[in-house]
């Protein structure tokens, strides 16, 4: 099975940065995801990380340690419009296909 | 942007009534997968698929059933609607190359059942 651990709400400030963290337990593992959701929407993709360390992607970037069962997503000059929850999803290979994803972050940003 | 549509977006029914929620894509994915989401709550799997006739049952338990006869459409069907399957449903397919998987969300329906 799989367990993730993401804090349930953050709030930063316009202009700041923040660091997202998650810590997960699974059974497989093959790499782990990022997506952002508004409220309301869908999910859409922002990364996904395979190997140990940092991936960059314009404001935001996305860390990695396989041996520690870690991940972060910072996003750097917050804008309002990265309002949103942000949800931790592992992904197991090995012939499963399952995608799991964490409850999410909230994040609030305020002006 | 990603070529995957769903529909209805939203849907307003009665109970006992049989629905078919709508899932296609365009992109030629192998693997679709439904979610189902509370408001403010975490994605659920409910089902998903490796390929033509391929199904399989998700993480959480759902009286939906779904089939995969084309690649492009991955349809979810429940039989007698009752209110206790008000929810988001959201179909997603995903592309796998070398070690770089990405999946890709349609835009949900809202499902209430009166």
């Known amino acids: 099975g799989q367990n993730i651990d993401q804090p349930t709400e953050m709030t930063a400030t316009e202009g700041a940065i923040v660091q997202i963290n998650c810590t997960y337990q699974t059974s497989g593992f093959n790499g782990l995801f990022w997506y952002q959701q508004h409220a309301g929407e869908a999910p859409t993709f922002l990364s996904y990380n395979v190997l140990d360390g940092l991936e960059e992607k314009g404001r935001f970037s996305s860390f990695l340690s396989r041996s520690k069962g870690y991940s972060y997503l910072l996003l750097k000059e917050l804008q309002m419009k990265d309002s949103a929850s942000y949800l931790c999803?592992?992904?197991?290979?090995?012939?499963?296909?399952?995608?799991?994803f964490g409850k999410g972050t909230k994040l609030s940003v305020i002006p | 942007e990603a070529d995957i549509y769903q529909t209805p977006r939203y849907l307003v029914i009665g109970t006992g009534k049989k629905i078919t929620l709508e899932c296609s894509q365009t992109?030629?994915?192998?693997?679709m997968y439904w979610y189902q989401q509370d408001p403010g709550m975490e994605l659920h799997l409910i089902h998903y698929s490796y390929g033509v006739n391929s199904t399989e049952k998700g993480d959480l338990s759902s009286e939906s059933t779904v089939s995969r006869i084309r690649t492009e459409h991955f349809p979810l069907t429940l039989e007698s609607a009752r209110p206790s399957h008000t929810s988001q449903y959201l179909c997603a397919s995903s592309e796998y190359r070398g070690r770089q998987e990405t999946q890709y969300f349609g835009p949900g329906t809202r499902l209430l059942v009166l």
């Open positions: 999803a592992p992904y197991s290979g090995a012939g499963s296909y399952q995608l799991t």
């Open positions: 992109m030629g994915h192998d693997k």
